[in-house]
């Protein structure tokens, strides 16, 4: 579980802040891959090997597994067992719910005696407020990562609400902020929304930030550095689709391998302009 010091060293030794997304589905992977045990395992383990020197994390989405029942939560805790140590291994499963159920949760995706899978952070929902997110601290060394500003079209829906002169998730980053410092926080803020960066970093100048959006959904990965990079990076870039299907053949590893130096060697090029590398 890489402490805030150690992904920083992971990003400047990899140079990279990529982020590949396991949003793994069965109807999508390659056909002949339905002849092993555990199809989403096999196809997870050889996208791992195949990109683990070019990104500092890993996020599986839990809905892609939750939604294969009993089988799906097996492809999961075998993913989780294969994940490297060092890599920052994010359980994208935007939870949110007040405190009992929120220790349930926090069992579930954080205590490996109970559940079979200890990830090193979890994606939230903030919608709740401060006792749906806080029960997660009690783990220590775990991180939360909080929706700040999220990439889909509905964002508008409440995230933008004007509230006392500021945005609605300008209030949220603001308040989040209090919950833990930068070592245990994150926020999650759209590619597609590159320009509110720089809100965000008003108030969470130091705190790394989880950035999906860039690849299927369109975002600009050159305006997240512009706008959101500090000078530790304070960036982890997830890309799900355009990696892990970047082929649907035999080949499909080599493929996400090419997609995956694609984007390292885009970061590459935004840590040295910045000066972290
Ligand atoms: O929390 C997330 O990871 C997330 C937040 C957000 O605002 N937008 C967003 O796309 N995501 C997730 O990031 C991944 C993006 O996947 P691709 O669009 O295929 O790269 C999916 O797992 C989404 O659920």
């Known amino acids: ?22 949003d793994t589905d069965i109807e999508k992977i390659p056909r002949f891959l339905l002849d092993f045990d555990d199809p989403v395992f096999e196809f997870n383990r ?42 920052l291994n994010i359980i994208d499963a935007k939870r949110g719910d007040l405190g009992n159920t929120t220790d349930m949760y926090a069992k579930a995706f954080f205590d490996q005696a109970a559940s079979g899978v200890s990830f090193d952070a ?14 997660y601290l009690k783990y220590d060394g775990k991180w939360i990562i909080v929706l700040g500003l999220t990439s889909n079209p509905g964002s508008k829906d409440f995230q933008y609400l004007v509230n006392k002169g500021g945005y609605l998730y300008e209030e949220v980053v603001k308040k989040a902020v209090t919950w833990a410092g930068a070592d245990r926080i994150m926020f999650v803020v ?6 509110e960066f720089t809100n965000i970093r008003k108030y969470a100048p130091d705190n790394f930030l989880l950035v999906p959006g860039v690849g299927a959904q369109g975002g600009s990965l050159a305006d997240v550095c512009q706008y959101g990079m500090n000078s530790d990076c304070g960036l982890i870039v997830n890309a799900s689709r355009s990696i892990i299907y970047a082929s649907n053949e035999r080949d499909f590893a080599d493929a996400a391998r090419a997609e995956a130096i694609k ?15």
């Open 263 to 277: 984007l390292q060697q885009e970061m590459k090029v935004e840590l040295e302009k910045a000066g972290v590398i």
């Open 190 to 195: 759209g590619a597609t929304k590159s320009t």
């Open 46 to 87: 050889q996208i791992i090997n195949a990109t683990h020197d070019l990104c500092v994390s890993y996020k599986p989405n839990s809905a892609f597994y939750e939604s294969r029942g009993v089988k799906g939560l097996q492809s999961l805790a075998k993913t989780w067992q294969h994940l490297p140590a060092e890599t």
């Open 122 to 135: 979890i994606t939230l929902s903030p919608y709740m407020g401060t006792d749906s997110v806080t029960p």
């Open 1 to 22: 579980m890489p402490s805030r010091q150690q992904l920083i060293q992971q990003i400047k030794q990899k140079k990279s802040f990529l982020c590949v997304g396991l």
